[in-house]
Nanobody, 119 residues
Framework: QVQLVESGGGLVQAGGSLRLSCAAS????????MGWFRQAPGKEREFVAR????????VYADSVKGRFTISRDNAKNTVYLQMNSLKPEDTAVYYC????????????WGQGTQVTVSS
């Protein structure tokens, strides 16, 4: 079992920045990557970014490419999402999740943190 705790959400004006953190209780061989997802009111949850623990390679959704940066601190079992040039359409609950090794399935999820971008 892996517990994930997000933090760092809040209210920011358009054009501003926020950094989200996701602390994992532990890392296991079964979970090779961490992802960030978001869900806006009335919309489906969507993928934002992911990073692999060992290799550090990253993937981003087109909607955030060039504005968001995912990173990790293996010593702290923590993943970050630096969000710059925020837009009102970035408003959502942001979740981190741990991915099953070699699959596209995320087995463990955090409780989410609210990000609100005002225009």
């Amino acid at each position: 079992q892996v517990q994930l705790v997000e933090s760092g959400g809040g209210l920011v004006q358009a054009g501003g920045s926020l950094r989200l953190s996701c602390a994992a209780s532990r890392r296991t061989f079964s979970n090779d990557a961490m992802g960030w997802f978001r869900q806006a009111p009335g919309k489906e949850r969507e993928f934002v970014a992911r990073i692999r623990w060992s290799e550090g390679d990253t993937v981003y959704a087109d909607s955030v490419k060039g504005r968001f940066t995912i990173s990790r601190d293996n010593a702290k079992n923590t993943v970050y999402l630096q969000m710059n040039s925020l837009k009102p359409e970035d408003t959502a609950v942001y979740y981190c999740a741990a991915r099953n090794r070699g699959t596209a399935q995320y087995a463990y999820w955090g409780q989410g943190t609210q990000v609100t971008v005002s225009s």
